[in-house]
């Protein structure tokens, strides 16, 4: 990409990072097509975070919203990062995993129906711990039966980006698309400095941070099925031709052996380098993908 | 964590309704909808106490000019006065779009 190209999309994208979870999600529906669900003037809100002197948002921070993508039926469910983090808490995961269930439900009636999930998420929300887990793993097991009938697809953008247990229902999920500003990671950096030691992973070293949970190097390893600019425009189309391409022949989760022979074969008496990984788990898929 | 209720006059009626802005740091989330009769109730909860007289005065200034009968909830987490107002605002100019 030429200098020059890249000044002119600079300033003629409209950025999806900017765009707060409500508008991410109406963004990604055929024009005119969507409607929320249980929006913030329903006021399902957390009985949990008032308690404990944390001021409630009246949608919990999970915007969910029905229309068509590519002619299709489909719904978006969008966690909002800026809204504690976008963790889950009871009512937050609990919208999730029903919305979910209802396009399950909706696909074994006949109704041809897939998923959108933006994660934007530390995951589990910490002032409601057990029913934070609870419902991720009820998402988890919504994620495994919708995934049969339709796709589900994950989008994660940024800055957020997505850890903890939804970094799993990430994992789940029939396509994941990044952007390169995005992160992906079961254990947050800061997590594993805590926990390790800063030998092992320095927290403030954000050039290190991107080099291993970033959208370009989880491209490149096969961990996520596109890798898009941060422009709204690329990002919708991105996500129509998932949508139009349906369930994937074969899930990356459902390729035990694959990926346990590679951790198996991963010589870990010896530091790796991110580059260095990045070759030996570049995969012929990533690359075919590759615009 | 603290409740604030305050109450204004209204004279005109308005139709729709309108949410902006995240209970992010430094931000807060406004819901107005439309309410019968001619008076506009504000309910408020802040995760930051002992700002009572702050939100008074920054609510006052505001309905020195608007006048509609709505009903408003904000839920804030630690904005500042600007913020509120330009929060505000923005609901305002959504809910008369």
Request: charged residues 25%; contains cysteine.
């Amino acid at each position: 990409m030429s200098d020059q190209r890249l000044g002119a999309n600079f300033i003629n994208r409209q950025s999806f990072i900017e765009l707060d979870a409500r508008e991410r999600a109406t963004a990604l529906f055929d024009a005119g097509t969507s409607r929320e669900l249980v929006g913030p003037f329903d006021r399902v809100e957390s009985p949990w975070l008032e308690q404990q002197g944390v001021t409630p948002q009246e949608d919990d921070g999970c915007v969910v919203m029905k229309g068509k993508i590519a002619g299709q039926a489909a719904v978006v469910i969008a966690l909002e990062g800026a809204f504690q983090g976008g963790s889950l808490g009871e009512v937050s995961g609990g919208k999730m995993a029903a919305a979910l269930d209802l396009a399950s439900a909706d696909n074994v009636k006949g109704i041809s129906t897939s998923a959108v999930i933006l994660l934007e998420t530390g995951g589990v929300r910490l002032q409601e711990a057990n029913l934070g887990e609870a419902a991720i793993a009820e998402i988890m097991a919504a994620i495994l039966v919708l995934r049969q009938h339709a796709p589900v697809i994950c989008l994660t953008a940024g800055t957020v980006g997505c850890f903890g247990g939804m970094s799993l229902a990430a994992g789940l999920c029939s396509y994941v698309v990044m952007t390169r500003e995005a992160r992906l990671g079961m254990n947050g950096p800061e997590v594993i400095e805590q926990e390790s030691g800063v030998d092992e992973f320095d927290s403030k070293d954000h050039a290190l941070i991107w080099a291993i949970d970033g959208g370009e190097q989880r491209y490149a390893t096969g961990l996520a099925d596109a890798l898009i600019e941060d422009d709204t425009a690329q990002i919708a189309d991105a996500i129509r031709q998932f949508v139009s391409k349906g369930v994937p022949a074969v899930h990356r989760s459902s390729q035990v052996e694959l990926y346990r022979d590679r951790i198996a074969t991963l010589d870990t008496s010896r530091q790796w380098d991110p580059a260095e990984f990045r070759v030996l788990w570049a995969t012929k898929s990533s690359k075919e993908d590759k615009k | 964590m603290e409740h604030i209720e305050l109450d204004y006059p209204a004279k005109r009626k308005i139709s729709k309704k309108a949410h902006t802005g995240v209970v992010g740091s430094g931000d807060l989330e406004v819901l107005l909808e439309p309410a019968n009769g001619d008076s506009t109730h504000v309910s408020i909860r802040t995760s930051v106490d002992g700002f009572g007289k702050t939100w008074k005065a920054v609510l006052d200034r505001f309905f020195t000019t608007y006048d509609g009968a709505v009903r408003i909830q904000i839920n804030d987490a630690g904005a500042t006065p600007g913020n509120v107002q330009l929060r505000l605002a923005q609901a305002v100019e959504a809910s008369e779009r």
